[in-house]
Every structure is written in structure tokens, then in C-alpha cells.
T-cell receptor, first 114, second 112 residues
Framework: DARVTQTPRHKVTEMGQEVTMRCQPI?????VFWYRQTMMQGLELLAY????????DSGMPKDRFSAEMPDATLATLKIQPSEPRDSAVYFC????????????FGPGTRLLVL | RKEVEQDPGPFNVPEGATVAFNCTYS??????FFWYRQDCRKEPKLLMS???SGNEDGRFTAQLNRASQYISLLIRDSKLSDSATYLC?????????????FGKGTMLLVSP
């Protein structure tokens, strides 16, 4: 049963620290998405990649967030420096990138920045 | 106007009841529509796609009204296990790429 995996599942850190979240998409999926979910804003698209190339990261605060796909099996989302307002659940999703194709979500990383 | 709007609820219904959720979207060029389900502290999962002609999957029926730009989800014979948040999801582009815009969700609570 193929699944998207994310690590860590939970992260508590102090303001100013670097946070790195990792995602392994489903094998064969060529599109990877990073979302952030909060009670106030719901699910927001931060960035997405197609065939490892970044297609859109307009939803991401550029000064502190960065997203990369060093290879087809790993996507990373980094926050440096982290701030309390970054506290949220960060989901990675993967898919085949076609119009009606569903996205499969990972279990998420729950981030708390103190 | 928000891209995808939903009534946040919660909708409290007894087991066996029929419940319906609506969702409106702002981009008339939107091509694909979905309902996702999200359980508490879990990830969203696809419940069903929404087709122009309407479609049914067991107790669930989805409808699309392009003229009024709204999508509906009907759940018949509610079960306790249907308690979750239902996310209305729209692919706002015609490019074929699966960028999805999510509503904030409608919470459903089914009680015994």
C-alpha cells in the first residue's frame, strides 16, 4: 500500500531555530506539493514541484522558507529562522499531476514554535 | 470573495439522517472538483470527484452546478463513522496541472 511519508511527525522548537521537514512521495508520482494548515487559514498551498522542478512557490514566505527536491524520492521544506506564527501542520502530497488526478497526502508534520 | 467557500458548521445530525453540504467557488474557469474528507488530526483523503452530470458512490451523492458555481455533497443514512470535516476542493486552472484550492471545510458530527 503506497503512501506518502513525512518526518518528523511532531516538532517543538524555539523561535529562531531552523526546522527541516522531509517528505517521501509515492514512487512514480512526479508532482509534489507542500501545504500548511491552520485553524484560521485552512489548507494553503506553499509550493509544488513537477519532475523535481519548482513550478510555483508563490504561497511561501520567501525570506524564511525554502523548498527543494534533491531527488525524486525526497522533498524538503525548511524554515530558517522559525517564528511562532509558523506553528501549523505541514502536509506533503504527491500525485501524477494530471487534471482530475487526486493528490495523496502524507500524515503531516505538526510544528510548534515557542 | 474567497476562492472556495463553505459553511464551517458543525452540522449535528443523528444516525440515519440525511445531510447536505454546499460549497461555492469564485473562478468560473475551474475545471475539476472534488470532495475530500479529513478526520481529526489526520490528513485529507479523497472522498469523491464531482462530475458535471452528478455522481453517486454508495450513500454519497455529489452535484455540480456550473451556472451558479456551487458544488454539493449529500450523505444519506449517516453513520457515526461519517463524523469528519468535509473539504470542498477545486482545481482552478485549465492547464491540466493538479493545483488544488481547498475550502476550509464543513464539520459533520453524527450522534447515536
Amino acid at each position: 500500500d503506497a503512501r506518502v511519508t513525512q518526518t518528523p511527525r511532531h516538532k517543538v522548537t524555539e523561535m529562531g531555530q531552523e526546522v527541516t521537514m522531509r517528505c517521501q512521495p509515492i514512487l512514480g508520482h512526479n508532482t509534489v506539493f507542500w501545504y500548511r494548515q491552520t485553524m484560521m487559514q485552512g489548507l494553503e498551498l506553499l509550493a509544488y514541484f513537477r519532475n523535481r522542478a519548482p513550478l510555483d512557490d508563490s504561497g511561501m514566505p520567501k525570506d524564511r522558507f525554502s523548498a527543494e527536491m534533491p531527488d525524486a524520492t525526497l522533498a524538503t521544506l525548511k524554515i530558517q529562522p522559525s517564528e511562532p506564527r509558523d506553528s501549523a501542520v505541514y502536509f506533503c502530497a504527491s500525485g501524477l499531476g494530471r487534471g482530475r488526478e487526486t493528490q495523496y497526502f502524507g500524515p503531516g508534520t505538526r510544528l510548534l514554535v515557542l | 470573495r474567497k476562492e472556495v467557500e463553505q459553511d464551517p458548521g458543525p452540522f449535528n445530525v443523528p444516525e440515519g439522517a440525511t445531510v447536505a453540504f454546499n460549497c461555492t467557488y469564485s473562478n468560473s474557469a475551474s475545471q475539476s472538483f472534488f470532495w475530500y474528507r479529513q478526520d481529526c488530526r489526520k490528513e485529507p483523503k479523497l472522498l469523491m470527484s464531482v462530475y458535471s452530470s452528478g455522481n453517486e458512490d454508495g450513500r454519497f451523492t455529489a452535484q455540480l452546478n456550473r451556472a451558479s458555481q456551487y458544488i454539493s455533497l449529500l450523505i444519506r443514512d449517516s453513520k457515526l463513522s461519517d463524523s469528519a470535516t468535509y473539504l470542498c476542493v477545486v482545481n482552478p486552472t485549465a492547464s491540466g496541472y493538479s493545483t488544488l484550492t481547498f475550502g476550509k471545510g464543513t464539520m459533520l458530527l453524527v450522534s447515536p
